[in-house]
Every structure is written in C-alpha cells, then in structure tokens.
C-alpha cells in the first residue's frame, strides 16, 4: 500500500515511485536512519492539548488569551489601594460599633428581635445579635475589597499564582473512546483489530509523528471511499505503525532543526513578540506556519544575512518533507548549490544541473507532449522577465516562434529538440529546417508545413524575436551543462508532472559563473509548477514550490500563475533580497498575489514603503498631552506656587489630555527599516478560508 493506502509495502520496494507518463526516476530505498522514539513523550505529543487558535499561533499546548488587553494596574498601586481600602472599612466599623454614628444601623435588628428575646443573658438574642454584627461586618468588607480591587490580588498573588509556576500535574490518561492514542475513528469504523495493532504500536514506542500522521491520510483515503477498508486493514496488521510507507520506504526525515506538529501540520518558526504594536491575543504565542497558510503562497524579503534561508526556508522545506513522507503533500525546494536547504537524504530526487555526478536530470519541457504547452512554459523561461512588465501583457510573439519549431520537430522525430539543436532551428540555419521540410512532405503533414513556412517567412525581419530566444537558450548550450537536458530518454529527467505523487525534490542551481542561466531555469521550474499543478488530478495532495532567490523570476504571467494557486491545493514560498529585484509595475501585484508577506530585519526605507501600502491603515487611539501654567491671582497662592517651585524645581502646572480616534499606517516605511531588531521579521498572514492576521512582530530565533 502507497501513502494513500492503495497498494502493499512490497510493492512499492519493487517501484519505489509511480512514474507519470515516464517523467519521474525511480527512487533506491533507504532504511530509516533515525532511533525509535520514546514512547511516553509519544503519548503525550499525541494527547497534548491543541485549542483552537487565531490564524499562524502554534496551536501545541497554547493558551487562548484575551482579544483585548486588561488594564493592569501596577503591583504598588494596587497593594496600597487595597490597604488604604481596609483601614477605611476598619475605620466605618470602629465608628458604628463605638457609636460614633449613631444607632440608625440597628434598627433593622430591633424590628427583627421579638419583646421576649430582649431579657438579659438570652441564648437567642446573644446569636441573633452577633449574627447581625457579622452581616454588617461582611457587608463592609465587601464594599470595601471591591472597592480595594481585593480580587485581583487574589488572582495574582493567590493560591491560582502559586500554582501556576509549580510544576504542571500529570493528568489521567483519557477514556479509550477519547484517547487518539487508541484510534477510536477506526474502531467506531469496525477495523477493531487495526485499531489495537496501532495502539500497541505506540505503547511499545514503535511509532512516530510521521507514522500516525501518514496512516490517518491513509484513512481518510478510506473514509473518502477512494481505497479499499480491507486492505488498509490487511496492511496495518501485517506491517503495524511501518503500514501505507511512502515510496521511498522513509519514516522519518535524518535531522530535524525545527519544531513540527504533525497533528495540525505546523511548524514552528519563531515567537510573536510580546510588543504594544502586537495584538493581544498573539503577545508570546508560537508562530506556527501550515499548508493551510503556504496555500496562499509566502513572500519573504529581506537582505543577504537577515535569515530567509536558515529561519524561513529551511524549516518549511523540512515540515513540507515530513508532509511528503507522510502522503500529504509534494514539494520541490530550488536554490543555489550549497544553500543549506537540507540534506541530501531528505529528498528523494535530488538535480544538481551543472554538476557532473548529478543521477538525475531537468526536463526541459516539463513532460509535456503538447508542442503549444511546451512552448508556452519555455517562452516564459527564455524571455518571460523582457515582457512589458505591466500586468496585462504577455509572451504570445515568443510562445508562436517556439511552437512553430517544437511542433515539426516532435512531428519528425518523435520528441522535443535538445538544446543544441533549438539553438539552430532559432538561429535559422537552412540545413535543419529543411530536413524538417522534407520529412513532413513525405508524411502528408499540410498543417504543419505552413508553420515552417511561416516561421521561413518572419525569419530575419526586424523585431523577429527569435534571435533574442537563439541567445537566451546559447545560455543554457555550455559546456556546462552538455550532459543536461537530454530528450533522447538515455538520462532520468525530473518532470513536474511528477507532483500527482507525495515526492520530495530539491533542484541545485549553479549560480557561480552562470547566473543568468540559473535565473532563467528558475523562471522555468516557477513556469512548470504553475503549469502542472492546474491539471493535477489529486488535488488533496498539497503541492507547494519553495524558491530560495526569486531575483529575475517574478514575471507578469507568474503573478497570474501564483493567482491561481490557491484553487489548485497548491502555493510558492519565494524570497527576494529586495523589491528592487521585481519590475516597478509588478510589486503591487506580486504582493496582492501572496496571502502572507515576511518583511525581515534591515529593510531599505523604499521597500518598507511597498509593505507599508499593501498593509493598509487601522484606526487607532492617540493620546495628547499639555501642560498648562497656572498663574495665582492671591498672595497666599503666589506663596504656595513659589514653594512648590523651590521643592520641585518647576512651575506648577495643569494637565489636559485630549483622547481622539486617528488613521495610522499598521507599520511605517520607518518602521520596517530600523524599528524592526535583528532576527525579528514583520508577519502578515492569510489562510485558505480567507481569515487575516494582521503583521505581526516576531522573533524567529525564539
């Protein structure tokens, strides 16, 4: 059985990964290489509280605070309130019993107490009388501990303060109807027997977070009525927690440097900073991000040494790996060779392009066998960041050129052209086209003999844009490269199409003497991902694309394509050292096209200007404050002023405050570039289902 629970673990040992239509390799297994955890923190993991929560909190173990904050008033304050409070109840009690006050308070005790009771030494009116005394004594003390504001010392310094810096008690294990420990989803199904396997599993300290989570995506498969309960059932009795085994037959990732959660699907990135700035109720709580959250797509901007890669990138590729091994999503992670974006054993395909010793290739068309598909994707890599940078425009002119060649060529040879040999079919060479001729006259294909000539015909005259796609794939023919790009199927081409499965792909650019070149294949992995994932046919499979430097890649029909994203079950993670990398008409959409925007530490004031807009304005409270001099008009009070003046060394002065409602930017352009402290990072966050959190200050280091 596969990670969906539709086939047995043997078999996926004899093909560790599905092929679609021939464009994913197949994968060696890998025993697991990490040690079995410990039983108890399992459980607890397992059965530890996980509320409901706003929008990026990490929901482990959280405590929902309230939406607005209490007026807190200082300890000093509050202590001597309360005990001036007590000497003033002490003082009306001495009063009234001394009679200072007059009877008046005893009346209602006289109309109370019979003729008879009133004899001397009488047993009843002693109690009645002392009973009254203490009516009136609790009727004081509580006028006068509301008044003291007695109540909130008790919650601060009562026996519910002490308790909560002891340590926390070891609570009851829950009923075996309520323990996720003993799966009751599967036993209220009738897979009992499952059910009991499993739960042996985990008090034996044989499972993992990455088991329970991959054989709960396993039954919802079940419950979904897309697999078979019996062999789901045969597969958890015979294997136990190692049941529906990813592919690569991996339980477990070799490192971890992250918190994950995989019960909600979080990861861990940092703590919200207990900041006035900050909301209330997100004040010291974990930052957790989700696919839920990466569905919208994540842009992340700050300069070299901010962070994004280590703090940002790395732990989302870690959590997005765990959700692969777990059947819950496809990832492919793209940066430079030596990024730090994780180990090699954590990915199941890993493309070192430029690289000698890499097993496994590029697909240069994405899998496709549409000659117009192809080109389009291609025309988007070549030449997509020299369209007109507005979003209305396009790269139909460079798409027509490209689907011109692509389709007699594929007619002919029954493939795509290798790089070299597109490289002199856009150059124009005679000898190439008119092989390409000859071939199809003989097959009886009109239709694509118009296409040569049409392309015979543009070929040489001003503004023909195929000899700026001749230079833009001159790039990619290096010696470099010589041993990449292959369409003759003798290497193993990576192919996006490949994301219909949970698989995990890290893509090396070569970045060092060839940074054009890794610019354009980066624009072309985005091209292939926003293309591949709009056909997919299991969109409960989350999809996402982490792109570590999205210098050169934002285009017009990117933004389009991340537009569309959220509808596919799928999202971009893109950093950028600054805006100034994207074209001036594109940062308005690109950061409307994103649903969570990460300004880190050192932003410049230009760009902070960018985050600024998009976060709007909030109504806020503004306090103004005067002192005005009051001027005394007797002598008595010209005396008391020029002593006050000789003690306090000030004029003595009248205080106005004036409270009004402004408009204010949520964070300034000033703001982001220099009130922001190293390792911190200003979060704004949105979920699939449309719920907001508003930018947010955050520690990533906490």
Not at 250 to 265: F, M, S, V, W
Not at 628 to 651: D, F, M
């Amino acid at each position: 059985m596969d990670s969906d629970g539709t086939r047995d673990a043997r078999e996926t040992h004899a093909n560790p990964v599905p092929r679609a239509r021939s464009a994913v390799p197949p994968m060696p297994s890998r025993a697991p290489s990490v040690p079995p955890p410990d039983s108890s923190a399992f459980l607890n993991w397992l059965r530890a509280p996980r509320p409901e929560a706003l929008p990026g909190v990490w929901r482990f173990g959280h405590k929902p605070r309230a939406q607005e904050e209490p007026e807190l008033i200082p300890a000093r304050q509050l202590i001597s309130g309360a005990l001036i409070a007590f000497l003033v109840g002490w003082l009306v009690w001495s009063l009234l019993w001394n009679g200072y006050l007059g009877g008046w308070w005893l009346l209602p005790l006289y109309a109370m107490i019979p003729d008879s009771w009133a004899e001397p030494h009488s047993f009843a009116s002693v109690v009645v009388v002392y009973a009254y005394y203490v009516v009136i004594a609790l009727i004081i003390m509580l006028a006068v501990g509301r008044l003291g504001r007695w109540s909130e010392i008790w919650r601060r310094y009562g026996p519910s303060a002490w308790r909560g810096k002891t340590a926390p008690r070891t609570e009851r294990p829950p009923a075996p109807d309520h323990d996720p420990a003993e799966w009751p989803q599967l036993r209220a199904a009738g897979a009992v027997d499952a059910a009991e396997r499993l739960a042996a599993e985990a008090r034996a300290g044989r499972m993992r977070d990455v088991d329970h989570a991959r054989i709960v995506r396993a039954w919802q498969g079940v419950r979904s009525g897309r697999f078979n309960l019996a062999t789901f059932t045969g597969a958890v009795l015979k294997d136990g927690a190692a049941a529906c085994l990813h592919p690569s037959g991996e339980r477990d990732l070799p490192t971890r440097i992250a918190r994950h959660d995989l019960l909600t699907g979080q990861v861990r990135l940092g703590t919200t900073a207990d900041d006035p700035r900050n909301p209330y109720a997100y004040r010291g709580a974990g930052l957790g991000l989700g696919t839920e959250l990466l569905g919208t797509s994540l842009l992340a901007v700050g300069p070299a040494g901010s962070g994004k890669t280590g703090t940002v990138v790395r732990p989302l590729a870690e959590s997005l790996c765990l959700h692969a091994l777990a059947g819950r999503a496809a990832v492919v992670v793209v940066g430079a060779a030596g990024a730090g974006l994780g180990p090699a054993d954590a990915f199941d395909v890993v493309v070192r392009i430029g690289n000698p010793e890499s097993e496994y290739d590029l697909d240069l068309y994405g899998g496709s066998a549409d000659p117009d598909e192809a080109a389009a994707v291609l025309a988007e890599a070549l030449v997509g960041d020299l369209a007109d940078p507005h979003p209305g425009s396009d790269s139909r002119r460079s798409t027509t050129v490209l689907a011109q060649l692509l389709g007699p060529f594929r007619a002919v040879h029954g493939r795509f052209p290798s790089v070299p040999e597109l490289r002199r079919l856009l150059d124009g060479a005679p000898e190439p086209l008119r092989e390409l001729r000859t071939a199809l006259q003989g097959s009886g294909q009109e239709s694509l003999i118009r296409e040569l000539d049409a392309r015979e015909r543009q070929s040489g005259h001003p503004g023909d844009v195929a000899a700026v796609l001749a230079d833009r794939v001159a790039l990619l023919d290096r010696p470099a490269f010589a041993g990449f790009f292959d369409t003759s199927g003798q290497s193993k081409p990576f192919s996006l199409k490949a994301l219909d499965h949970p698989v995990r792909v890290r893509i090396d650019l070569p970045e060092r003497g060839h940074a054009d070149a890794s610019r354009m294949l980066a624009r072309l992995v985005l091209a292939q991902f926003t293309a591949s994932v709009a056909v997919r046919e299991d969109r409960s499979l989350f999809a996402c694309l982490v792109l570590d430097d999205a210098t050169g890649v934002v285009t017009p029909e990117a933004v389009r394509g991340i537009q569309r994203l959220r509808s596919g079950n799928a999202g971009v993670v893109l950093t950028l050292r600054t805006l100034d990398d994207v074209a001036r008409p594109l940062r308005g959409p690109l950061l409307g096209a994103v649903g969570c925007r990460m300004a880190l530490s050192g932003l410049t004031p230009w760009d902070g200007q960018d985050f600024a807009e998009v976060w709007g304005k909030e109504w806020i409270e503004a306090r103004d404050v005067t002192d005005r001099q009051i001027i005394a008009e007797t002598p008595a009070g010209k005396a008391l002023h020029i002593l006050r003046r000789v003690i306090t060394g000030k004029a003595p002065t009248q205080r106005a405050v004036t409270v009004r409602q402004v408009e204010r930017e949520r964070w300034s352009a000033s703001e982001l570039a220099h009130g922001v402290p190293p390792g911190h990072a200003v979060l704004s966050l949105t979920n699939v289902k449309g719920e907001h959190a508003p930018p947010l200050l955050v520690d990533l280091r906490g």
